[in-house]
Each structure stands twice: as structure tokens, then as C-alpha cells.
């Protein structure tokens, strides 16, 4: 058996097993300082000349920066170019957390006294101004501007004002379809923040050099986009603004474009100071100024055919972008993309706006923009499939694209669709047949998994539900103008293996899986590999860590790379043996020759070989996405090379006094091309699915006036270890040709079906429809409530209170 | 206060001195505004070894491990004992140490993450490997992604199973109700326990 498809032990768990992996706040520069920022404590608020005084006289205080002291632009570029690094004298902070003063100090705790003392200043002498905080406000007919750098115009943005970005859908005549529906359903779906609450905060630490430049270190998943940020920030070349990733302790989108700004926050400190300078933000700064998944308002209509046939659908997509527009249009875009599910539809409409408030800038966050607008389309689905008296596993299964149809885009689909055999795989593991046509209601009677260990008696009801959808891998067309990857790949003399990639490991298990591309390719032992720190001075821009791209885009780099050190190879041993080199295989360890595999010789052995000739067995890598296509006024086009599919079944318990809601069992089928790792593959369906229970169920970001009440982990709960039900995740293979060795991505999918599947369960159990996550128990239970009264209404006598 | 370096660049715009709140403006007169507390001796047992030494009192066990001890295996994901990721043992149990005073440790046995394999070796001899069964259970269970919330979890589990050496389940995921993971989803992090007490029977 080769690497690719084994299980490998990840290569980088000894060093984080005996806590000797260095994240960046235990790295340590000699010299250093602390820095801190100061934030703005209102949505919108006019910013004064800033009284740097009062922060220098805090002891240990060395430098107070404004955005005067900017040497290049104020300006941090993600898609377009409107956000300032810091918000400017004289001008506005646009949203609560916003940074307006950079302090640097021989102490952390210096440096945040200094900046508390700014932010109170701030509270006091700031003029509050109006703040549009609700989307639908902002894009109505006299909204006032919340963004001065960026809008689309109105006359392109269907009248609607604040609008960052645009996207459409236009296929077919929809309202020929619903009129040629024998059904049509329609509902209005919400949902709210998500905060990645990865366990490490941001942080980054600017090194100054001699001649102008910067070496950043920190917590990333886009070196080159920082790269690209220092540039601008401080005006000096790109090649003197190095960046260098330092073990990451979570991203999942968070740290995608987010990072730019602390990282250009130190090192405007340590070109200022001429000092290292360490900014590591509290988890309250960072929960209050970084990225969060945007809030979606998604109405959305489906029209079908007495049999189930889809015939049209139209959605309206609205996301809460913030102030400052960094990835919402790209984001806008995926959604756009995927927003009528993974189904056969004749005809499409879709209009998709990215709306400015005066609250923080939303960004990338696993599933990017498809995970709000699938809540809303996998929810009306099954409440299609009740009108139409169907099972909503059948209808999907009726109306899911197969090889040869075109997507809801157009895109005819000519390889890797393994959508039926993920249906099938998810209805036959969850036993969905008997357990969805079950005698209802269904009472359930085991003891909840919580600390409470209370044995309930008829007050919890169970309930089955699912959720279907495809994932289109890669940054698509929207994205393919960046859509490379770069790899460096060295063989050193004892037969060991150096790779550079320019994405990065998160935890997702990136480097392992290329570590077993590199192996695999060569003919040696994954633990031979060793991936290189991720530099942005090794390999050249090779896009951001994102879309699930990394095993495509830089595997595809890596067996570049090492199909050439490999041809210098086997070119010696050919000569040895008088055969052509591409007579020669490989498998783990060995080279033989294909025609009688007992003449073989160790890698090792090979490669002494190969010392001796002098031959060149260092190579780069590059690889660039195959092609795509979009046209922006159709909105149709071939948008991604590949798509991967995954179909969810959840099963709850609804406590139907309290409104609690315990998911019972998860079932999650992806087909992900090949699974390069399948214990790696298996965490990351388990992580999103988790991760996805939390979005539908627990996690709630609450804002007040714009300022959100508990930026901590007692505010914004997200899944322990008490809350997860066994999940089973299954790997179905339908072979990607140009993924390396067939794969695809896995790395978004899993998060993004949750909500809908455990929606559709409550419905099962409970007969309410829930139209807006999280579905805390206050909102089950009101809808329980609510369907009560409904249901039987009693007559109030005459004076009775309401 | 030490002179800086360089000094920081000026203003491009000259622009009206602003005007401060009269409470800042008296504070900033007064001198330093850090209350200098007198630095207190203490003595602990740190991973086998008996350490010393003089701490300011408002010195959290967190800080006095990751900057004064050297020792960064210990991580600070919240700083107010909400997500686990500072979990060390204090005298066999687990402790937030971002909620200890350094002081507070006067006289107990700390062991953190870079003490576990040699808590180990004690009870076990000295060949029993280089590393603790969690240690090893969590590589082959792939209980561990990021990798962040790691030692906090292995200090965890280890307070578990030297009182519950095979626990179920539910003890298990109550053992880690004060443990927040974002990557794993929890599953792997058990059967990585679960790794861990066989690798532990098979040492016998």
C-alpha cells in the first residue's frame, strides 16, 4: 500500500502533544515590546485629533501611533481596496472594536493601560453619530452612506442603497416557472453572527530589518495576503515585507484576511520603534474586532411539479457586510453560486447583496456564504416535500444533478458527481426509511446526555431530519485571477525530503496530506518528509489557505515538484540498469523496474546514486486551477472545476418544556474525490459537524446599539465535550482526475448541511418550523408555544387579562 | 521611564492641541499610575523539581510558567477560565492556572505539559518511553488537529485517569466539560483516551 489512502499519524503531533510546538505568543525576539490598539467603543463615532499625551505618560509607554503616521497608504487591500488600516483624525470610526491609535510599551500591560486610557478618552470626547446597524435599514430609500470608499451604484443594485457588492443569477424565465408549478413554497429565513472561537487569538509579531522592511510572524492562514498588506501599509517593496506562519491554532476563515490587520498594526510599532513588536490580542479585542461570518436574511421561493420535479426557484440574498467590504463579495458570490441547492432547476433567479452597517466587517468563515442561504434552501426543501406528501429524503434524491446535467448555473457536469451514492449511503447508515415513518409522535425517554442526569418522562420528542448539498472546490471563477500554487521540494543526501508549500496547516492536517503527496510521488515514507515552515520568501504567491483548495491546488504544486526530482532520479538508475526511466515504478521505499519488480533498489540507495552523478534533486513546483468560467450579468458559466457533495442526517430530542434541543446521532457522507487520510478526513467531517451544531443550535452573538454585550466564551457558547452526539462520518470516492490521486476538498462541506438537517429534525419532532438560527431553546420554545396556542385556541372569557 | 529609541514620527498635519477630561489631566500629572506591589517569595514543586522565586503578587501561575519559567507548553486561549487551554495540575487536580496567583501555588506540585512524560517514567520506570500513554494516545487517535487546546486536554485526561484509570464514556466527556476544543468535534479526543488506557495496560 503507498501513502495516499493510509491513515498516517499526523507528522506534527509529537510537537504538539509535548506543547514544544511554537504558536506565536511563545516565540520570543530579543527587545521586544508590546503593543496594543486602541478601539473605538461605538458603532459610529466622530474621531478628534488623538491626545497621544495621555497615553505616553503611561510608564513603559515608547510610541503612540495614529493613521498620520501611515508611511504608505491607509489602506488594507482583501478584494477591493476600502478598508483603512486605522480610522483617520478628523474622520469616523464605522464600527465598535474599530482601531484608531497604536500604542507600543515595555510591558503588555503597559501598552493596554495606555490604550484603555485612549479608548475612554474616545467614550467622552467622541461625538456619537447616527449608526445604521440593520441591513434592511441601510439599503432602504434614505439610508445615509456608511461606507465612503465603496457602493454600488443603486441603478445596478435594484435600487437599494449601502450596497458593497452585487451578484445575479438569471436562468431560463422564472416567473414562467412558478406559474407552470403545480406548488410553489416560500419562506424568509435568518441567521446571525458565527465566531470562530478558535482556541488561539490573533496575534502577530513585527520584526524590523536594516534596510526598511519587516519579517512578520504569527498566527495566519494567508501569508500573501499579509504580504500584500505590509506593502501597501508601509509603502515599502514586497520582497522587504516577509512573512513567515508560526504554528496556527485554528483559522477556519477567521484568520483568512483578518490577520492583515494586526499584522499591519506591529509592524507600523516595529518600524516605528525600530524594536520587535508583540500584538496578541485578548480574546475580548478579538471577539470584538475580528471577522465573523455575515448575518443572512434569505427569501427564497421553490415551484414544482405535483411529482416532486423541481421547475423554479428564486431567492433573494441579503448579507450584513459591516463597514468595510474585505471578502463579502467573494463571499456573496459562493452563495450566490450554490443558493438553490444541489438540484436540477429549469429556472433560476438569484439577486445577492452585500449590505455596509456600522458594525464589524464580516469575512470568511467555513462554508463562506453558503452555509446561511443552505439553511434557507434545504429548509424550504422539506417543507416542499410536505406539501407535496413526499419523503424529503426522495425528493431530493429525485431532483439531485447527476453526471451530464447542467447546475443551477448552467455547468454541465462532466466528471466526479457522487451525489446519488452519498444519498444513499446517508439514508441506508441513518436507517431513515423506519425511523422517519416511525409512529409519531415518538417519545423519548433516554437520560440527556448533560451534567443535569435527569431521567424525563414523556417530554422529550425525537425527530429525524436531513440536508443534501454540493460544495464547489477552489476559489472558483470569482477567484481564479489568484488561483495558483507554488512548492519547493529538495531530496537531501541521506534520502530525507524538504517540501515548501505557500498554503498553510491550521489543524485541518494540510501538511501531513502533503507530506503523503510528496512520499507518495517519490516512492518514500511520509514520516521522511519534512514540510518547511510557510514562508513567503520559499515559494511564490500561491493564493490564501481557503475554499478547501489546499490538497488541489498545492498537492498539485508538491507532485510537480517531486515528479522532477524523481525524473532526476530514476534518469541514473536507468543508466545503471540500461532501462528507459519510464520503465521504473515506485512504492514506499523502493524503485523497481516494472517488468520484474525483484531488480529493485532503496530510495536511499537511489539517491547516493544520484549524489554521485551530481545530479539536481531540488525542483520547483507550480500548479494552476483548471479552468472555470462566469459571465456577471447572466450569472452563468462553468463557476468551479469540481464539485464535492455531501448529504447529513441528524437526529434529535426536543424537550418540549424547556425547548432544549440534544442532537441524538449525526450522520455526515461527503464524496471528496479521495481521501488522502481518511483519520484526517474523518476529524475534519467531525469538527464541521460539530462546528455546525453550534451555529444551529448554541452560538449567539449578541449585539446592543451596535456593541456586543459578552465578547467571551460565557457569551458566545459554542459545543464542549458534553454537548456532541456520536457522529458518523463516511468517505464516499468518485475520483477527481486532476485533484492529486483523485482528491477534491473536504475541508468547508461538513459545517455547511448541519443547520438545515437539524432544523428539518425539530420539525419532524416537535411539527414547528424554525425559520432563524440559532434555535436556542427560547425560540423552540416559543414556537412550541405558538403552535399550542394556534392549534387549540380557548375562548377568553369577558375582563381576563391578555 | 526609558528614553525611546527613536521618537515617533510627527504628525503630518499640525492640528489644535485637543483637549483632555479634566480626570485624565490630574491622573497624568500625578505620577506613575501603577501601584508597585512589594514582590513576594514562593516555592513550589514544578514538574519533580523544587523552584524558587520572587514574584509580584498580582502574577497569575499562567504568566509565572509561560514568561518566567521559560515553560510556553501552557496556552492562554481566554484568560478568564472559560476554554481549558491553561489547565496544569495543582496537587493531582486540574486547575485553570490563568485563575491561579502565582502565590497561590506556595508549597504544591504543579505539572504541566512539559512535565508529563517524567510523571510517567516515576510511576512507571525509567524505560517506560518518552512518552506519556496520553501522549501516544492522542497521536494515534488523532485527538489532536491545531493543536492548541492539546496540553490543557492531556493535563485533563491524566487527572481523569490517575483517579479512573479506565473510564467510560460519560466520564470522559465530564472529565472535559471545562476543556473547549474548535477543531476536533470532540469524538477523536475521546478515542484517543480510550488509546491511551490500553497503551497504559499493555505497559504493565
Not at chain 1, 437520560?447 to 448539498?469: D, K, N, V, W
Not at chain 1, 457522529?727 to 448541511?753: Q, R, S, W
Not at chain 2, 518518552?130 to 492539546?150: D, K, N, S
Not at chain 2, 460519560?170 to 473547549?180: D, S
Request: net charge neutral.
Amino acid at each position: 500500500m503507498g501513502e495516499v489512502g493510509r491513515s498516517v499519524p499526523r507528522i506534527d503531533a509529537e510537537g504538539k502533544v509535548t506543547g514544544r510546538t511554537a504558536y506565536v505568543d511563545d516565540l520570543d525576539f530579543a527587545g521586544s515590546l508590546h503593543g496594543a490598539v486602541a478601539r473605538s467603543p461605538r458603532p459610529h463615532v466622530r474621531l478628534p485629533d488623538v491626545p497621544r499625551r495621555i497615553a505616553l505618560e503611561v510608564p513603559g509607554v515608547v510610541a503612540v501611533l495614529t493613521a498620520a503616521d501611515i508611511p504608505g497608504r491607509n489602506r488594507v487591500p482583501v478584494v477591493f481596496d476600502d478598508a483603512p488600516a486605522l480610522a483617520a483624525e478628523g474622520d469616523a470610526c464605522r464600527f465598535a472594536g474599530e482601531g484608531f491609535a497604536l500604542v507600543a510599551a515595555t510591558s503588555r500591560k503597559a501598552a493596554l493601560a495606555a490604550a484603555h486610557r485612549l479608548e475612554e478618552w474616545l467614550r467622552t470626547h467622541g461625538k456619537a453619530l447616527p449608526a445604521l446597524l440593520d441591513p434592511r435599514a441601510a439599503m432602504g430609500p434614505d439610508a445615509a452612506r456608511v461606507n465612503p470608499n465603496l457602493a454600488v451604484a443603486e441603478a445596478e443594485a435594484l435600487g437599494r442603497r449601502n450596497v458593497l457588492s452585487y451578484h445575479r443569477v438569471r436562468k431560463g424565465d422564472v416567473e414562467a416557472g412558478f406559474r407552470d408549478s403545480d406548488v410553489v413554497v416560500e419562506g424568509e429565513y435568518r441567521t446571525s453572527w458565527q465566531e470562530h472561537a478558535y482556541i488561539e487569538p490573533q496575534g502577530m509579531i513585527a520584526v524590523p530589518d536594516a534596510d526598511g522592511g519587516v519579517t512578520v510572524h504569527g498566527s495566519m492562514q494567508c501569508p500573501f495576503y499579509i504580504q500584500k498588506a505590509l506593502h501597501s501599509v508601509l509603502g515599502q517593496p514586497m520582497a522587504r515585507c516577509r512573512v513567515v506562519q508560526a504554528a496556527t491554532g485554528g483559522g477556519f476563515g477567521g484568520k483568512e484576511d483578518a490577520p492583515s490587520f494586526p499584522a499591519v498594526h506591529a509592524a507600523l510599532l516595529a518600524r516605528a520603534t525600530l524594536r520587535p513588536v508583540r500584538l496578541v490580542l485578548s480574546r475580548e479585542d478579538d471577539i470584538v474586532s475580528m471577522t465573523k461570518r455575515h448575518p443572512g436574511i434569505i427569501r427564497i421561493r421553490y415551484g414544482a411539479k405535483r411529482d416532486g420535479t423541481l421547475v423554479a426557484c428564486a431567492v433573494d440574498y441579503v448579507l450584513n457586510a459591516g463597514a468595510w467590504s474585505t471578502l463579502s463579495p467573494v463571499v456573496l458570490w459562493r452563495g450566490t453560486m450554490h443558493a438553490t441547492g444541489p438540484y436540477r432547476i429549469p429556472h433560476v433567479k438569484v439577486d445577492a447583496f452585500a449590505v455596509a452597517t456600522h458594525t464589524v466587517p464580516n469575512g470568511a468563515y467555513r462554508g463562506f456564504g453558503q452555509p446561511q442561504v443552505q439553511f434557507a434552501n434545504e429548509s424550504l426543501v422539506d417543507e416542499l416535500a410536505e406539501r407535496l406528501g413526499m419523503d424529503p429524503m426522495e425528493l431530493r434524491r429525485k431532483n439531485a444533478l447527476r453526471l451530464g446535467d447542467p447546475t443551477p448555473t448552467g455547468h454541465v457536469l462532466k466528471e466526479s458527481v457522487g451525489f446519488s451514492d452519498v444519498l444513499y449511503a446517508a439514508a441506508r447508515e441513518s436507517d431513515w426509511l423506519r425511523r422517519k415513518n416511525a409512529a409519531s409522535p415518538r417519545v423519548y425517554d433516554e437520560p440527556s446526555r448533560g451534567p443535569s442526569g435527569r431521567i424525563p418522562r414523556g417530554e422529550r420528542l425525537y425527530g429525524i431530519g436531513c440536508s443534501a448539498l454540493h460544495y464547489g472546490v477552489g476559489l472558483g471563477a470569482a477567484g481564479k485571477r489568484i488561483d495558483r500554487a507554488g512548492a519547493f521540494l529538495q531530496v537531501d543526501a541521506d534520502g530525507s525530503v524538504q517540501i515548501a508549500v505557500g498554503t498553510t496547516e491550521m489543524g485541518q492536517g494540510h501538511n501531513t496530506v502533503l507530506a503523503q503527496i510528496a512520499a507518495e510521488e517519490l516512492g518514500t515514507a511520509t514520516e521522511r518528509v519534512t514540510v518547511l515552515p510557510i514562508d513567503t520568501s520559499r515559494v511564490p504567491d500561491s493564493g490564501p489557505t481557503v475554499a478547501s483548495r489546499s490538497t488541489v491546488m498545492s498537492g498539485g504544486a508538491v507532485r510537480d515538484a517531486a515528479r522532477k526530482v524523481r525524473a532526476a532520479i530514476h534518469e541514473g538508475i536507468g543508466r545503471r540498469w540500461n532501462l528507459p526511466a519510464e520503465a521504473l515504478g515506485v512504492e514506499t521505499g523502493w524503485v523497481f523496474a516494472k517488468t520484474d519488480p525483484a531488480r529493485r533498489v532503496s530510495f536511499e540507495e537511489a539517491v547516493l546514486w544520484a549524489a554521485e552523478d551530481r545530479a539536481h534533486l531540488a525542483a520547483q513546483g507550480f500548479f494552476l486551477a483548471p479552468d472555470s468560467t462566469w459571465d456577471a450579468k447572466t450569472g452563468l458559466g462553468d463557476a468551479y472545476y469540481v464539485y464535492s457533495w455531501s448529504a447529513n442526517v441528524a437526529e434529535v430530542a426536543v424537550d418540549v418544556r424547556t425547548g432544549e434541543v440534544e442532537v441524538l446521532r449525526f450522520v455526515s457522507v461527503h464524496d471528496i474525490g479521495r481521501a488522502v487520510n481518511p483519520q484526517q478526513a474523518e476529524g475534519q467531517i467531525q469538527g464541521g459537524v460539530v462546528q455546525g451544531i453550534g451555529y444551529a443550535l448554541y452560538e449567539d452573538l449578541v449585539a446592543k446599539d451596535g456593541v456586543f454585550e459578552r465578547p467571551n466564551f460565557s457569551g458566545f457558547i459554542i459545543p464542549t465535550a458534553l454537548d456532541v452526539p456520536p457522529i458518523t462520518p463516511i468517505i464516499v470516492e468518485h475520483p477527481y482526475a486532476a485533484g492529486p490521486f483523485g482528491a477534491k476538498g473536504l475541508g468547508e462541506p461538513p459545517l455547511i448541511g448541519a443547520a438545515p438537517a437539524i432544523a428539518n429534525a425539530i420539525r419532524d419532532a416537535v411539527g414547528v418550523r424554525l425559520r432563524e438560527i440559532p434555535m436556542t431553546p427560547e425560540r423552540v420554545l416559543r414556537a412550541i408555544e405558538e403552535r399550542r396556542a394556534a392549534a387549540a385556541p380557548a375562548p377568553r372569557p369577558a375582563g381576563t387579562a391578555a | 521611564m526609558k528614553r525611546p529609541a527613536r521618537r515617533p514620527a510627527r504628525p503630518k498635519r499640525r492640528a489644535a492641541a485637543p483637549s483632555v477630561p479634566a480626570e485624565i489631566e490630574a491622573a497624568s500629572r500625578s505620577g506613575p499610575t501603577f501601584r508597585r506591589f512589594a514582590p513576594v517569595e514562593v516555592s513550589l514543586s514544578l514538574n519533580g523539581r523544587t523552584v524558587s522565586a520572587r514574584v509580584d503578587p498580582s502574577r497569575t501561575l499562567l504568566d509565572f510558567l509561560r514568561c518566567d519559567c521559560g515553560l510556553t507548553g501552557t496556552k492562554e486561549g481566554c484568560g478568564k477560565g472559560e476554554c481549558g487551554a491553561c489547565t496544569v495540575l495543582m496537587d493531582g487536580k486540574p486547575v485553570n492556572a490563568c485563575l491561579v496567583m502565582a502565590v497561590q501555588a506556595e508549597g504544591a506540585e504543579i505539572v504541566t505539559i512539559e512535565g508529563l512524560a517524567d510523571r510517567w517514567c516515576e510511576h512507571r520506570g525509567a524505560d517506560a518511553g518518552r512518552l506519556h500513554p496520553i501522549q501516544r494516545g492522542f497521536i494515534e487517535g488523532g485527538g489532536t488537529q491545531c493543536g492548541i487546546c492539546t496540553p490543557g486536554f492531556l493535563l485533563a485526561a491524566v487527572a481523569l485517569l490517575e483517579r479512573t484509570p479506565d473510564p467510560t464514556e460519560a466520564e470522559i466527556a465530564k472529565a472535559f466539560e471545562g476543556n473547549l476544543c474548535r477543531c476536533t468535534g470532540y469524538r477523536k479526543i475521546f478515542e484517543s483516551v480510550r488509546r491511551a488506557v490500553e497503551i497504559a495496560k499493555a505497559v504493565r
